[in-house]
């Protein structure tokens, strides 16, 4: 145990006198700016009333904000360090209290007709984590998750090529899907060593990509929502959000598949993944605004400028470049810092950000956006992380 302290130790300051001399130390000064606004972000988003996939978004957020040693790209996520993660626990809580019969989680919000087949599933990686978290609860945390599986691999339509589809009453893709869905699949292959779901969420993923990916301006970006039904595109545009939604779905996916102890032998799906949240950086970045923004479309819709998509894309990044660094150079740094710099100056007094896209009105501005809130603890977590602090 000493041993183990005084290497970290010994670590860390190698680390920092490495940053001195290679400019990290003014990252480090920048973070404890930003720090401060931080809270009123996290209090935004924990007063804002959820949808079933903002439920989700908020808790996956808020894990990797105040716990980030149980998210995904935390060192050893799937088991328990003794630890309670309380604050993700109880947005866990709430969703799968408000799980309809059906098990989609979060559902139970107004009369429970909101049509969609995969949002709720973007709360089950957290109910699931309660299983080995909260041992009072662990039958109650397992039934719930098993039952939102249950829904989305055996209840919700299929496409013609068996992706599940987003919604509950007809057949189409949209790239939201992939955050909402495929990461959860993966989390319970991880944390129940079954490797067929790793898989699966890798298929999904794969499935979905080739129904939504489109050439644009600056390269393959995925359009927004096709029906399977119709043939047909609901939204052809290359929506920043959607992007970033594909791209944050993906990377969770493809470091829940590497960490996972059946995940070995996996490599080539892994690399697929990121090869495929590469595309998306490149295509989103070669696109943005004067304000160091990205657009809310590419082509296709608005332009204006959205930090939601930003901070999303950024926290996409920021996490790329740490934890696949031959993969992900420098310059995608300088990209999430340029975005950082211009999400984090405009956060309001409330700790809401600004402009952002209206998350039920896809081509206009809003006031408050949960997701974006979200987003930015994202961000900001996955800069932290990265700079080892
Ligand atoms: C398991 O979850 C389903 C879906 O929420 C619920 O209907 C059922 O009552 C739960 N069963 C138990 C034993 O908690
Ligand atoms: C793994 O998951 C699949 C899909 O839910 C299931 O059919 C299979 O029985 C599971 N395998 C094990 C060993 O639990
Ligand atoms: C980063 O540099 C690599 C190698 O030159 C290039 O392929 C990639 O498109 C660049 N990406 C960005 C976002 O600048």
């Known amino acids: 145990m000493q041993l183990i302290i005084s290497s970290v130790f010994l670590l860390s300051a190698i680390k920092l006198s490495f940053g001195a001399t290679t400019g990290d130390t003014s990252e480090v000064s920048l973070y404890q700016n930003y720090e401060g606004v931080i809270p009123n972000v996290k209090s935004a988003m924990l007063a804002s009333i959820r949808t079933s996939w903002e439920q989700g978004t908020a808790a996956g957020g808020i894990l990797e904000y105040d716990n980030p040693e149980y998210s995904v790209f935390g060192r050893s996520p799937f088991t328990s360090n003794g630890k309670e993660p309380i604050s993700a626990l109880q947005l866990a809580y709430s969703a799968a209290v408000r799980q309809t019969a059906d098990g989609r989680l979060s559902q139970n919000i107004g009369d429970a007709l909101d049509g969609a087949a995969l949002d ?126 594909a791209a944050l779905g993906m990377l969770r996916v493809a470091v829940t598949i590497q960490k996972a102890n059946c995940g070995s032998g996996m490599t080539g799906q892994v690399s697929d993944l990121m090869a495929w949240v590469k595309e998306i950086l490149d295509g989103e970045f070669a696109a943005l605004t004067s304000e ?84 930015a603890l994202m961000m900001f977590s996955a800069w932290r992380d990265g700079l080892g602090l």
């Not at 296709?300 to 959205?306: K, M």
């Not at 990044?317 to 995608?332: C, E, I």
């Not at 949960?370 to 987003?375: N, P, V």
């Open 120 to 245: 709720g599933a973007s709360a089950g990686s957290v109910v699931l984590m309660g299983s080995f978290t909260d041992e009072s609860r662990k039958a109650y945390w397992l039934n719930a998750s098993e039952a939102e599986l249950n829904y989305i691999l055996n209840v919700a339509p299929r496409t013609s090529t068996g992706a599940i589809s987003h919604r509950a009453d007809s057949r189409q893709y949209w790239a939201d899907g992939v955050y909402m869905g495929f990461p959860f699949i993966a989390y319970y292959g991880a944390v129940t060593q079954n490797q067929t779901l790793l898989q699966i969420a890798y298929d999904q993923c794969r499935l979905y990509r080739d129904a939504l990916l489109l050439d644009g301006p600056t390269g393959k970006l995925w359009g927004h929502i096709y029906s399977d039904d119709t043939k047909t595109w609901t939204d052809k545009g290359l929506w920043g959000t959607g992007n970033a939604w």
């Open 292 to 375: 160091n923004l990205i657009p809310d479309y590419v082509i296709g819709g608005p332009t204006f400028d959205d930090a939601s998509a930003s901070a999303a894309l950024a926290s996409v990044a920021y996490r790329s470049v740490t934890l696949f660094p031959h993969q992900f150079g420098s310059n995608y740094t300088t990209v999430a810092n340029k975005l950082r710099d211009a999400v984090l100056s405009r956060v309001t007094n409330l700790g809401t950000l600004s402009p952002v896209v209206d998350p039920l009105n896809w081509d206009a501005q809003g006031l408050l956006s949960t997701e974006a809130q979200s987003f």
